[in-house]
């Protein structure tokens, strides 16, 4: 959270845009208080600002050069800054965004591995699973729980590039519609538990619900990178160090 010094508002995530001017960074302060991304581009020798969000582009935009705008938005689904030559110019891209979440279906011992981990790299975490005998404030405190049905919580919450749905109940009822949901969002992550046996199958039922090759390609599955390990904590690092890589691939196009 930022605070007020007098009468300018102090945010965390700005004390590295010195002359960024006023307007800017209201528009900054606004975005981040509504937990959107927003990316600030300032050019290092022309002293040129813009602001981009997915609403909306501020500042001078017409002045930087199309190159590095182009990259700005790609940045809106990113972390972190950067700098880009263009035109002669250096320019310093820096992404200001609220966290990334990570949903996960399935209160199972991996879930409870998995969440202190997911937390402790930056994550918000949503848990996700009717079953209250599994998904409950005493297995999982501390932990906004959602107890409807996979199909009714991703309904009403926003996937968007910054969200990873990880699926681990075991339970075809339960895991499925989740990944549906997931498939036709362009959230950055997608996995599911399961063997390969049974994750063959897993697909030749969403192949004839009308899932596409392509949107079935994007499900990782057996879930988490090939580490060896078969301890409930031993997956949750081969799950987190999976959903980590994949968030870190450079941005195609």
Request: proline residues 6%; charged residues 25%.
């Amino acid at each position: 959270m930022g605070r007020w010094a007098g009468l300018r508002w102090i945010d965390p995530g700005l004390r590295g845009a010195p002359g960024v001017r006023r307007e800017l960074l209201g528009a900054l302060v606004a975005t981040r208080q509504k937990k959107q991304p927003a990316v600030l581009v300032r050019g290092l020798t022309t002293g040129k600002h813009c602001v981009l969000t997915r609403q909306e582009s501020l500042g001078d935009i017409d002045d930087i050069d199309p190159v590095v705008v182009d990259a700005a938005r790609k940045a809106l689904d990113s972390d972190g800054t950067r700098t880009i030559e263009a035109a002669g110019e250096r320019y310093l891209v820096q992404t200001l965004a609220s966290k990334p979440i990570m949903l996960i279906v399935g209160a199972v011992h991996i879930a409870q591995s998995l969440i202190p981990m997911a937390l402790q790299v930056g994550y918000e975490i949503i848990l996700i699973d009717p079953r209250t005998a599994f998904a409950n404030p005493q297995r999982f405190p501390d932990i906004r729980i959602d107890n409807r049905s996979p199909h009714e919580a991703l309904s009403d919450l926003k996937l968007d590039a910054r969200t990873a749905v990880v699926a681990l109940s075991h339970d075809p009822k339960i895991d499925e519609p989740a990944l549906q949901a997931a498939m036709d969002s362009n959230v950055f992550y997608i996995g599911v538990l399961g063997s390969k046996g049974n994750h063959a199958k897993r697909l030749e039922r969403l192949a004839a619900l009308g899932c596409s090759k392509e949107q079935l390609s994007r499900v990782n599955g057996p879930i988490g990178l090939p580490l060896g390990g078969r301890s409930p904590a031993e997956i949750a690092v081969a799950i987190l160090a999976q959903v980590i890589k994949v968030r870190n691939q450079p941005l195609s196009g």
